[in-house]
């Protein structure tokens, strides 16, 4: 079955995996008004990447059936290239594809992020482009923590939501063992305010490792 699974990540959230096997026509089943979809589609030569963007599109409507049954909404992106509900604007969404695996997240409210990531030399070779000197040290020689700190990254840009980040310097992660499954700590040090995240990961094949990030809601002060 393509959706592979369904985590609840908090009361507000939902967390899916999907498996891609499907071919377009099967995935436009997937998705409320499949006509309006195959004309959003982007135009591409590359097959795997339109069934990667159906995929994605069938997931988050999955996980909103899951969040708010019966929810009717189309999903767009903004300018920054964020994926949003358009009838459900105050609804977080953030999807995710490498290879054959696509993640997301729904949630009701908050920001969220995920990211998705196949393991290979890529992210080590591009390491300096990416890590700061203190982060280059920390990863060595291992070509899945290098990937692990890209996904990490990617997550948290995502949860930020806002183009321009210099990956380097404002997004930093605090040094860290690799393991299957933990919880990292990262920095958005942005020009007027600096925050910190706990990423959570795991290697969900030794090929594949999957990070994400659900922004805490604050209750209303008093």
């Keep these: 079955?393509?959706?592979?699974?369904?985590?609840?990540?908090?009361?507000?959230?939902?967390?899916?995996?999907?498996?891609?096997?499907?071919?377009?026509?099967?995935?436009?089943?997937?998705?409320?008004?499949?006509?309006?979809?195959?004309?959003?589609?982007?135009?591409?030569r590359d097959e795997n990447r339109g069934l990667q963007w159906l995929a994605g599109r069938a997931l988050a409507h999955a996980l909103l059936q899951q969040v708010t049954p019966g929810a009717q909404?189309?999903?767009?992106?903004?300018?920054?290239?964020?994926?949003?509900?358009e009838q459900l604007p105050h609804y977080a969404v953030s999807l995710s594809h490498s290879g054959r695996w696509l993640a997301g997240i729904v949630a009701t409210q908050g920001r969220v992020g995920t990211d998705i990531e196949l393991i290979r030399p890529k992210a080590q070779q591009l390491a300096t482009r990416f890590?700061?000197?203190?982060?280059?040290?920390?990863?060595g020689d291992d070509v899945a923590?290098?990937?692990?700190y890209w996904s990490a990254k990617e997550t948290l840009y995502k949860l930020h939501s806002r183009r321009g980040l210099v990956f380097?310097?404002?997004?930093?992660?605090?040094?860290?063992?690799?393991?299957?499954a933990g919880v990292l700590t990262g920095h958005l040090l942005l020009e007027n305010s600096r925050s910190q995240?706990?990423?959570?990961?795991?290697?969900?094949t030794p090929e594949y490792v999957l990070t994400h990030c659900v922004e805490a809601v604050l209750p209303p002060s008093l």
Excluded: C
Excluded at 73 to 85: H, I, K, M, Q, Y
């Design 131 to 139: 890590l700061s000197k203190a982060e280059l040290a920390n990863t």
């Design 168 to 180: 380097k310097e404002q997004i930093q992660l605090n040094p860290f063992e690799l393991r299957e």
């Design 197 to 204: 995240h706990q990423i959570y990961y795991q290697r969900l």
């Design 145 to 148: 923590k290098h990937s692990l």
């Design 73 to 85: 909404a189309v999903l767009r992106n903004d300018a920054n290239g964020r994926p949003f509900f």
């Design 1 to 44: 079955m393509p959706l592979h699974s369904v985590t609840p990540l908090s009361e507000h959230a939902l967390l899916g995996l999907w498996q891609l096997t499907d071919l377009a026509t099967d995935l436009l089943r997937q998705v409320p008004r499949p006509e309006l979809y195959s004309q959003l589609q982007p135009v591409t």
